[in-house]
């Protein structure tokens, strides 16, 4: 297993959606790792799935409240920004479309 690097004051950021894949990676590094996180969602209002993801992060936080006290302490407050204010990045959508002519990719990975 990797250590994590000292994620500094503010805590290691992570993209949370309540997901399998980004709920796993908050858990690793609050129970392996023991480290702070600032979670980071993106509100997209066209998508029919974010009252669920929402859902399922309150839910994920109260289970972490009740069976893991430490945790408490470590996963900051969700910083929520809208999908609309992230700026293009020239370098992702280039893999991006490189990938997405390989394989069937959802459009949210650009």
């Known amino acids: 297993m990797t ?7 503010g805590g ?13 990676q908050l858990l690793r590094l ?3 790792h023991r480290v702070a996180v600032t979670p980071y969602y ?5 998508r029919r799935s974010t009252d ?3 859902l ?13 006290p430490a945790t408490r302490g470590l996963i900051a407050p969700t910083r929520c920004h ?6 293009p990045h ?4 280039r893999a991006f479309a490189e990938v997405r002519d390989a394989h069937h990719v959802g459009s949210q990975y650009d």
Do not use: K
């Open 3 to 9: 250590p994590v690097a000292d994620p500094g004051p």
């Open 56 to 68: 399922a992060m309150q839910r994920i936080r109260a289970h972490l409240d009740d069976a893991f």
């Open 90 to 93: 020239a370098a992702i959508t």
């Open 52 to 54: 669920a993801e929402q």
């Open 82 to 87: 809208a999908v609309t204010d992230v700026l």
């Open 12 to 24: 290691v950021p992570l993209l949370w959606t309540g997901g399998w894949d980004s709920t796993f």
């Open 30 to 32: 609050l129970l392996l």
């Open 42 to 46: 993106l509100v997209d209002a066209t």
